[in-house]
């Protein structure tokens, strides 16, 4: 297989930086979005709902997609390989992870709040189905936080990278 040479590889670069900016900027708007809501006023509520799933279908989503499409490119088309070093296999798994938990858990628990507040009006406010949904979100979506986090340190470091000789 054809690999990319040192020109595609600065644009390859380039091209994933702007795809994580855009993933983890949407992740930090949408934790910042969360906390603020005033869970006692529907109106609010349901408005930050609507702008958190903006912020998720048109943000993260495009943002982590472009991101693991990227992560494939450097796996196969580059020196990098996805096991080679040990501290990008750690980033792949990692982003795998966060990339699931972000579709079957955050986006689940929103998706289902939103429906709650369109169907139930302000009364799903009260409803302690919506109130766990929220908390368990936030929770997930300050574990994406870390795991980001730790995913970019772990890009500049690159622990547990071979000695030379």
């Not at 910042?32 to 809501?37: E, K, P, S, T």
């Not at 040990?86 to 798994?93: D, N, P």
Request: hydrophobic fraction near 55%.
């Amino acid at each position: 297989m054809k690999k990319i040479g040192p020109k595609g590889l600065k644009w390859l670069k380039i091209i994933h930086l702007l795809l994580v900016v855009m993933f983890f900027g949407g992740i930090l708007s949408s934790t910042a979005l969360n906390l603020q809501i005033d869970l006692q006023n529907y109106n609010e509520s349901y408005l930050a709902y609507k702008g958190l799933i903006l912020i998720s279908d048109h943000v993260v989503r495009y943002g982590a997609i472009g991101t693991l499409l990227v992560g494939f490119v450097y796996g196969f088309f580059t020196n990098w390989g996805f096991f080679k070093h040990r501290w990008v296999g750690v980033k792949f798994v990692l982003y795998l992870v966060q990339t699931i938990i972000g579709i079957f858990v955050v986006d689940k628990l929103m998706v289902a709040n939103m429906r709650m507040l369109e169907t139930q009006g302000a009364l799903a406010l009260s409803d302690p189905g919506f109130l766990q949904n929220h908390e368990i979100r936030q929770v997930f979506v300050w574990f994406q936080v870390a795991v980001t986090i730790f995913i970019i340190i772990i890009s500049v470091w690159k622990p547990w990278k071979k000695k030379k000789a």
